[in-house]
């Protein structure tokens, strides 16, 4: 009996020893902890009868030794509000993510843990290639005096760079070629305006659009590209700051000759009639169903901007296609560049009452490697989501997505669809794949139904992927030919900057308005430009240049 108990012992120590093992020290803990976590979602629509605190994110957690104690759950409307809210209480998230501004407070008034010296000890390999992914440029702008106090989230700069989309089919309606300049460009919007570019008989079409609401809305409607084009680079946002050779940093605004050559362009083509006559009070929201309805044939935005109009449009016309273009040259001689903003996209913190700090760490070691690298399509999809059995990747605390996921699918994507011959596409590549040769073949063959959601879901996709004319292809040319500026100044604002932002923005945007309209003529610039300075410009400057060079 003894030697039977002693067996049994050895056993069941043999077993809690197999069960230790199988957390991984990099992504868990032996002994279960729990943290407080605040659900903040920008959709909630679950799958495969998962919830808030059951589902694929929930359990692989507790397999690793995390426990979640929900705080709340709330949408993306009420998430900023519902944190500040909790952590002014005291009792606040143990792990979330916040803005680099509201970054910048919590780490000074102490709401969360230095995590400076945890980083090499506890971060996996994939977690430092994703943090680095953008040469470290997002985790520099993390330092609030010298130290470290949360993890970037890091986007696609590509992802949301301004882009110009324009109806191909209304191009060869008219007998137009793909225009290469802005004049071309100009002359194109005169003709969708004047020459019945979708041939119905009637004048119900009109060029360009643009959001009078807000210029530079990094979405349906900005106008940043146009600038862009004459080399004066404000951004989405407006507030821009580019390096000249020397390193030394100045708003894009200050390049007169270029702000003026765009102003100029842009002033023509409301005079001429060529721009949407209501511009002034449209929105994002405006522009994409005035694209989609087939009355708007060119419009600038992210990458993504001709998904809806596009599925929309086939629905009106279904000979309608967008393209997107390389940026045409404004200036005689040079080629165009675009503007890449910052990679930073949130940042993710945690608490400084947290007892395990490093528990950030661990969780985004878990995210990227199930998201950015699935050992196979089922893990894939239990994890990145698939709209069926898996809510995905919405449900991680930390949803690290792989930054430049789309622009690797583009590269890939045109010999799979040329030879479908699929060996080297992973599961998202696959499901963009079998989505865009649905779309061809149905074009193909005429079997295209226009009213299938799974048909739109590809007219949309390959204004994205599909051809030598999409958007990702315009992306990648730009780069293998250089033609990108990237931000100089990516770091959390300091208080000065932060008090003069809404006022240099809203100077900027009422200054292009009133020369676009003609309130003004185009050498009030000049004036708006001595004011933007005077009201907090050249400090704004100022900081952005010693940042600059206190990281050379």
């Known amino acids: 009996m003894k030697k039977l108990i002693a067996l049994v012992l050895a056993m069941v120590m043999l077993l809690g ?147 110009l989309f324009i109806r191909m089919d209304w191009l060869e309606n008219l007998g137009l070629d793909i225009p290469e300049t802005m004049e071309d460009l100009k002359n194109v919007a005169y003709a969708f305006t004047y020459e019945d570019p979708d041939q119905n008989g009637a004048d119900d079409t009109y060029g360009f659009a643009f959001s009078g609401v807000d210029v530079v809305c990094g979405s349906w409607g900005d106008v940043s590209l146009f600038f862009d084009a004459f080399g004066a680079h404000i951004g989405t946002g407006g507030l821009a700051i580019v390096a000249d050779e020397n390193g030394d940093v100045t708003w894009g605004g200050t390049n007169v000759e270029g702000m003026k050559g765009a102003l100029t362009m842009l002033h023509d083509m409301y005079e001429d009639g060529s721009l949407a006559k209501d511009f002034l009070t449209m929105t994002g929201s405006n522009i994409s ?81 199930y998201l950015c690298h699935p050992a196979d399509a089922d893990e894939y999809y239990r994890y990145y989501g698939d709209y069926e059995n898996f809510s995905g990747w919405k449900l991680s605390l930390t949803d690290t997505l792989e930054p430049d996921k789309n622009l690797a699918c583009y590269q890939k994507m045109g010999y799979a669809l040329e030879t479908r011959d699929t060996a080297a596409l992973n599961p998202y590549e696959l499901d963009i794949y079998s989505s865009l040769t649905k779309y061809i073949d149905a074009v193909a063959d005429g079997t295209l139904d226009v009213n299938d959601a799974s048909f739109q879901s590809a007219v949309a996709r390959y204004t994205v992927y599909g051809d030598e004319l999409c958007a990702y292809a315009a992306i990648n040319k730009m780069i293998e030919e250089g033609r990108w500026v990237i931000s100089a100044y990516n770091a959390a604002l300091t208080d000065e900057q932060a008090d003069v932002t809404a006022t240099l923005k809203k100077m900027t945007v009422e200054t292009i308005i009133k020369i676009v309209t003609g309130a003004e003529d185009v050498d009030y610039y000049d004036t708006f430009l001595s004011s933007w300075m005077a009201n907090g410009g050249d400090s704004y400057i100022a900081d952005a240049q010693a940042w600059v060079d206190s990281h050379k």
């Not at 010298?146 to 696609?156: A, M, V």
Request: hydrophobic share 35%; proline share 4%; net charge negative.
């Open 17 to 163: 020893m197999a069960s230790a093992l199988a957390v991984d020290e990099k992504f868990g803990y032996d002994e279960p902890i729990t943290i407080k976590v605040g659900r903040v979602t920008t959709d909630t629509t679950y799958y495969g009868g998962e919830t808030v605190d059951n589902n694929s994110w929930t359990q692989l957690y507790t397999e690793n030794g995390i426990l979640l104690d929900i705080l709340y759950d709330v949408g993306s409307s009420q998430g900023g509000t519902k944190l500040a809210t909790s952590i002014m209480s005291g009792v606040y998230p143990d792990v979330f993510s916040t803005t680099l501004s509201d970054y910048v407070n919590y780490a000074n008034g102490g709401v969360i843990a230095d995590i400076t010296d945890l980083i090499d000890g506890y971060a996996s390999d994939e977690l430092k290639e994703y943090i680095y992914s953008d040469g470290g440029n997002a985790l520099e702008c993390l330092k609030v005096n010298g130290r470290i106090y949360g993890l970037p989230k890091i986007s696609s700069t590509y992802g949301s760079a301004s882009m």
């Open 289 to 369: 169903e005035e694209a989609g309805a087939g009355r708007c044939g060119i419009f600038c935005a992210p990458m993504w901007g001709a998904m809806n109009p596009a599925w929309a449009a086939v629905k009106v016309d279904p000979n309608a296609r967008f393209i997107t273009l390389v940026i045409p040259n404004g200036v005689d001689g040079e080629e165009s560049k675009g503007f890449l903003g910052s990679s930073l996209n949130g940042v993710y913190c945690v608490s400084s009452k947290c007892e395990h700090p490093e528990v950030l760490i661990k969780l985004m070691n878990l995210s990227v490697h």
